[in-house]
């Protein structure tokens, strides 16, 4: 096994591993992800396809893309922690709104259209980090992992 091909099994590993823990989440710890859980678990999906192909084909465009797709969940995760913790407004699809000057009816048609799962909050976390901020610390890991496939080809 070559560098290049380490690397690739490790990062797109990485990604499978992160996947199935937010599955894991899901249906064995009954947790149901918000739309940004769901963005989030996009180019990891890419990332494996990704290095699929990386290990057939030796084109170094491919560890590049699989870092830009670990970059990406990166960039929705670090975006999530935000929502999270408030520091700036999520979707209004999934984060609370301001009741602030809404009428009764206003007020009433805003809680039943409300998510189920709302963007905003944070349902589990370890070491002071939520999901969505552990997959921005492990996916720019995994982007590094990734570059050091491109470099290695």
């Given at each position: 096994m070559t560098q290049r091909q380490l690397?690739?099994?490790l990062a797109a590993g990485g990604s499978a591993g992160l996947l199935?823990?937010?599955f894991?989440?899901?249906h064995?710890?009954?947790m149901a992800p918000c739309k940004l859980c769901i963005w989030q678990r996009w180019p990891h999906g890419a990332a494996i396809g990704i290095g699929a192909l990386a290990l057939i084909l030796p084109w170094v465009l491919?560890?590049?893309?699989?870092?830009?797709?670990?970059?990406m969940t990166a960039g929705i995760g670090a975006y999530h922690t935000g929502v999270e913790k408030g520091w700036w407004d999520g979707p209004s699809s999934c984060s609370s709104q301001s009741t602030e000057g809404l009428s009764?009816?206003?007020l009433m048609d805003q809680i039943l259209s409300a998510p189920l799962v709302?963007?905003?909050?944070?349902?589990?976390?370890?070491?002071g980090l939520s999901m969505a901020s552990w997959n921005t610390v492990v996916a720019l890991a995994l982007a590094g992992l990734w570059l050091k496939a491109a470099r290695a080809s």
């Open positions: 690397y690739i099994l199935l823990a937010a894991a989440f899901q064995l710890g009954g491919l560890p590049l893309l699989g870092a830009l797709a670990a970059l009764a009816q206003e709302r963007c905003d909050e944070v349902p589990w976390s370890m070491f």
